[in-house]
């Protein structure tokens, strides 16, 4: 299995506070993703990061920021959590250094509730 | 628009049965995988398969990419292939993968 872990692995917060997610890998890869995943969603992406401090935007990125400040670190921040962030969130890293992602590989997941 | 979908949405069988998923995916997508999600909620890649036939085991999977759609192939089911299989392409001229809803198969024993 490909070196990826994701902290906290649960959480509990309150509407309107800030809440960071943390993916770490020790793969070396290129491509790192954020998915959220929702009952009759699906998994759903939410920002992807392509090289240190090179990032963008998914499907789902309002309420959310991301940074990669090291090649085995990305992060996820909500800003101000509200309900509708209530989810389990997913982290994935994909293709070598240097090359164009092909085969994804996915983190254990973070369930996070927002109160 | 870009769309992968995923058929059929459920399917029961018992411990030993064979099942085929089916997976439909739009002009703009390319290069599908496939992932199973067991019951604890790990994902887990079971083919990158932009093409062709490839096997691991008891499961396999057909890629037509002239048709659109991609084939997962599950023989000899066990209780331990229950779970939501997932199919995904990747955005043509983006670095994305966008998934289908998935099918959640049960093997009864």
């Known amino acids: 299995d490909a070196g990826i872990t994701q902290s906290p692995r649960h959480k509990v917060t309150e509407t309107g506070t800030p809440v960071t997610l943390r993916c770490h890998q020790t793969e070396n890869h290129r491509y790192m993703y954020w998915y959220r995943q929702d009952p009759g969603h699906g998994l759903r992406l939410i920002h992807y990061s392509y090289g240190v401090k090179d990032t963008d935007k998914g499907e789902v990125s309002d309420g959310y920021s991301v940074s990669r400040s090291k090649t085995e670190d990305f992060l996820l921040t909500l800003e101000s959590a509200t309900s509708s962030q209530t989810s389990v969130y997913f982290c994935a890293i994909g293709g070598t250094s240097g090359a164009s992602t092909d085969t994804q590989y996915f983190g254990p997941g973070t369930r996070l509730t927002v109160l | 628009g870009i769309q992968v979908e995923q058929s059929p949405p459920d399917l029961i069988l018992q411990e030993g049965a064979n099942s085929t998923l089916r997976c439909n995916f739009s002009?703009?997508?390319?290069?599908l995988q496939w992932f199973h999600q067991n019951p604890w909620g790990q994902l887990i890649n079971l083919f990158y398969i932009p093409s062709g036939t490839k096997q691991n085991g008891r499961l396999s999977a057909t890629t037509v990419a002239t048709e659109r759609y991609s084939l997962l192939y599950i023989s000899s089911s066990q209780t331990t292939d229950s779970g939501v299989y997932f199919c995904?392409?990747?955005?043509?001229?983006?670095?994305?993968?966008?998934f289908g809803q998935g099918t959640r198969l049960t093997i009864n024993p």
């Open positions: 995904a392409g990747l955005i043509q001229g983006a670095q994305k993968l966008v």
């Open positions: 002009d703009s997508v390319n290069n």
